[in-house]
């Protein structure tokens, strides 16, 4: 009898692990599937996306130092996923940004600050021919499909030069163009540290050149701050 009892305690089991893991392949399914719905409203040219690198980041601005993504480590965060749109265009919206679960928990990989998504739905949305789930769902499909440079997610503290970082990326995302990514920096006391890289995209999600707009704000040498 106790041999029966988990028998049929292992099949159950069994079955709902597979409900779980159907669950979980049928979302990474649909995500990567996912068209850029944004890509039927006229106003938008692009796209670009701020990858932060987050121990500068913290570093430099305490109001940050107690958000989750400075308190558990993180080498690199995704900021925003910006719409290029006409100048002055209000792109603010009211509708809601609630994920499901398992979507959020997907999101807060790159994104671990519920708050700070909030408020970029909040800020973008209204410029988005998509909902907060497809709008998250592209920012993921643009953060697992960029490559990032070994140096940028080391523990060490290093020295880079500019052209050099940026020839790293084009070889581990060769349809990138050389104009299609910008660094920026912020001052210390003794050099330039490096805070954010912006990636420029057409509508359709390809990489394209930055806008003029768009500059880089690096020296030719400048520090990559290491994880904690």
């Not at 209000?90 to 994104?111: E, F, I, N, Y």
């Not at 394209?208 to 030719?220: D, E, F, R």
Request: proline residues 6%.
């Amino acid at each position: 009898m106790k041999f029966l009892y988990l028998m049929k305690f292992m099949n159950l089991f069994k079955g709902r692990l597979v409900r779980s893991l159907q669950i979980l392949i049928c979302y990474l399914v649909m995500s990567l599937a996912a068209p850029l719905h944004a890509a039927e409203n006229p106003d938008i040219s692009g796209y670009v996306m701020h990858v932060q690198m987050t121990p500068a980041a913290c570093s430099f601005d305490s109001s940050r130092q107690k958000q989750r993504k400075c308190l558990e480590g993180y080498s690199l965060t995704i900021a925003s996923l910006l719409p290029e749109v006409p100048l002055n265009r209000d792109c603010s919206t009211k509708t809601s940004a609630k994920l499901s679960p398992l979507q959020a928990k997907v999101v807060a990989r790159v994104m671990p600050d519920e708050n700070a998504r909030v408020q970029l739905w909040q800020n973008v949305g209204g410029c988005m021919s998509m909902n907060a789930s497809q709008y998250f769902r592209t920012i993921i499909n643009f953060a697992e499909r960029l490559k990032v440079p070994a140096d940028l997610t080391s523990p060490n503290t290093i020295e880079v030069q500019k052209e050099n970082l940026r020839q790293q990326f084009m070889k581990l995302n060769p349809s990138l163009p050389p104009t299609g990514i910008r660094f920026t920096c912020q001052s210390s006391k003794f050099d330039s540290i490096l805070t954010e890289i912006r990636v420029c995209y057409q509508k359709n999600g390809q990489y394209k050149q930055c806008a003029s707009h768009i500059v880089t704000g690096c020296p030719n040498e400048f520090t990559i701050k290491g994880s904690y």
